[in-house]
């Protein structure tokens, strides 16, 4: 209370939203389209607790922003006083920076670094901690200096050597790959990346945060890799002889498992460079014959600067990865024509046709959030979001919101599924508060559907607690908040009906019905299994090991 009484009549925007794990969220989306931290600012006990879900997502993902909470006062500290924790040792693993402020000389210089220490080198969440007392206190001209060392969080001059090795390798290269991981976006490296894949005429594949690095128009763009990848990446990963990954943490979800790979980099069979802006990735979970530490933009131009290729070999195995996608988006559609309801590949789209090339696309998490990695076409990068690394269902309506606050002139499209969409439902409030058009489509096939699916294939149709019943009714919540709601009958419809939201800055809330038998994710590498072995759609029959005759 004392800090947002000081904040009266002072010109500093405060958006308030209706939970705060939503505000944390926003915070992200506001991040991830404007390149700066947000605020967040919440109440002591249930309130900062309610923020650490959205702290590990930015944590995992990389998202700067700064949150301060509020504490009791210093001196009954350890005396479990009204809405007490300790919220510095609930979240000093999940930040990059954690502060208490302990008297009133250190408030301005704690959230000076807090923000500094946000958005350097690898971006991340910091954190302030408040106690009442020293909000209380009047301000002072002293600034005391808070020790942090600065110099763990910035990578050291790049390794000329190592580029000079990287380079050798990839010149090399028969079937060389790109794989481009979310540090690319928060470099700016998608130029490099697009202009070194020219010179070596290699396919670029991504992670899921990487999917929004790179323009999914430019030809050699393979999609992205992993257990709800596209077919075409798995291949053109797993049949690599030279991989650069840049700016990845080499996730589980983007490799299903690392034995096949590491045994390959140690047999010499693959050729492993790894660049990435944090050291501690670099050999984590696979141990590259190349690692190097710099930020991707200016290692790539170093590389670019020194590779010259004459000729190119590859394009048989080009042709092989291309063709792979062509069999994939036509065993799709096939299947799509067949399906009574809607069916999800097929709205995707449709609602890529309706938006404008510009639109800022959030999603949920579940199984509409794998099919927007597979189906949905970025054409901008930076304007797909989506929470990767820890997968947080309820993330889409908040992120969305906080892109439409940062850039209110772009239209904002909201992918989220019947489950997800109900835990932070609340917060479309905001739509008609702050005049904050967003149009959510709603996959509603009434289930936890990515889960259920799991329970299909893994554990023999045993389907528990993955279902919902027909409640709530998703138009009636849209009347509730003041927003239309529309539940269309075609795709013609829901083209015409979001196309024109989209383009006149109107909310829109749309009713999906999606029959979750139908309702399977593929491509689908299974848990632990190897990326040639992902499970394909029905008629679509291919190998994903290349055979070179």
């Known amino acids: 209370m004392p800090l947002y009484d000081a904040l009266y009549g002072q010109d500093i925007d405060y958006v308030l939203f ?11 989306g506001y991040a991830r389209v404007s390149g700066k931290p947000a605020v967040v600012a919440v109440t002591s006990g249930p309130g900062a607790t309610n923020i650490v879900t959205g702290l590990t997502d ?7 922003l700064v949150a301060i909470t509020g504490q009791v006062p210093t001196g009954i500290f350890g005396r479990d006083g009204f809405q007490e924790t300790d919220i510095l040792g609930v979240v000093t693993p999940i930040t990059k920076f954690a502060y208490q402020v302990k008297k009133p000389s250190e408030a301005t210089p704690a959230f000076k670094t807090a923000y500094e220490i946000s958005i350097m080198g690898r971006p991340g969440p910091t954190l302030i901690d408040l106690p009442r007392d020293v909000q209380l206190a009047g301000a002072t001209d002293i600034e005391e200096r808070i020790v942090v060392n600065r110099e763990k969080f910035l990578p050291p001059p790049l390794d000329e050597a190592k580029i000079s090795l990287a380079a050798k390798y990839l010149m090399e290269a028969r079937r060389p790959v790109i794989l481009v991981g979310g540090g690319v976006l928060w470099s700016g490296a998608t130029a490099e990346v697009v202009e070194l894949s020219k010179i070596l005429y290699a396919p670029i594949v ?13 030809p ?3 999609g992205p890799a992993g257990m709800h990848g596209r077919a075409e990446a798995d291949a053109a990963l797993a049949n690599a002889d030279v991989i650069l990954a840049v700016g990845t943490r080499f996730s589980d979800r983007t490799w299903g498992r690392f034995k096949e790979l590491n045994e390959s980099i140690k047999s010499g069979r693959v050729r492993l460079i790894h660049i990435d802006i944090d050291k501690s990735e670099i050999g984590k979970n696979v141990k590259p014959t190349v690692g190097i530490v710099g930020d991707a933009k200016e290692a790539l131009r170093k590389l670019i600067d ?4 004459e000729s190119v070999s590859n394009t048989k195995y080009i042709s092989w990865l291309l063709n792979i996608r062509k069999m994939y988006e036509d065993a799709m559609s096939r299947i799509a024509e067949s399906t009574k309801t809607f069916h999800p590949w097929k709205v995707l789209k449709v609602l890529r046709n309706a938006a404008p090339r510009n639109t800022v696309t959030v999603t949920g998490v579940g199984s509409h959030q794998m099919w927007a990695e597979i189906a949905w076409d970025v054409y901008e990068p ?10 947080t269902m309820g993330f889409g309506i908040p992120a969305a919101l906080g892109a439409k606050l940062a850039d209110p002139t772009r239209p904002v499209l909201c992918i989220d599924g019947d489950g997800s969409f ?6 479309l409030a905001l739509v008609r508060d702050y005049n904050l058009p967003i149009v959510v489509a709603i996959f509603d096939n009434r289930a936890l559907q990515l889960v259920k699916q799991w329970q299909i294939y893994i554990y023999q149709r045993r389907i528990i607690a993955t279902e919902f019943s027909h409640r709530p009714d998703f138009l009636k919540i849209a009347e509730a908040y003041e927003i239309d709601g529309v539940k269309p009958e075609s795709y013609a419809e829901l083209e015409r009906l979001v196309g024109r939201a989209l383009r006149n800055n109107e909310p829109l809330i749309v009713d999906l019905t999606i029959d979750s038998d139908s309702d399977i994710v593929l491509p689908w590498v299974k848990p632990g299994d190897w990326l040639t072995s992902a499970i ?7 190998k994903l090991v290349y055979d070179e005759n």
């Open 382 to 391: 930076g304007t797909f979001i989506t929470s990767a690394g820890l997968g």
């Open 58 to 64: 930015a944590y995992m993902d990389s998202v700067p």
């Open 422 to 427: 109900q835990m932070t439902m609340n917060n």
């Open 536 to 542: 394909l759609p029905e008629g679509m029959e291919v």
């Open 18 to 28: 209706r939970h705060e794990q939503g505000a944390i969220h926003a915070a992200e």
């Open 306 to 309: 020194i590779i010259h290729v």
């Open 220 to 222: 050699l763009y393979m």
């Open 206 to 218: 991504s992670t899921l945060p990487g999917k929004a690095a790179v323009p999914h128009d430019y």
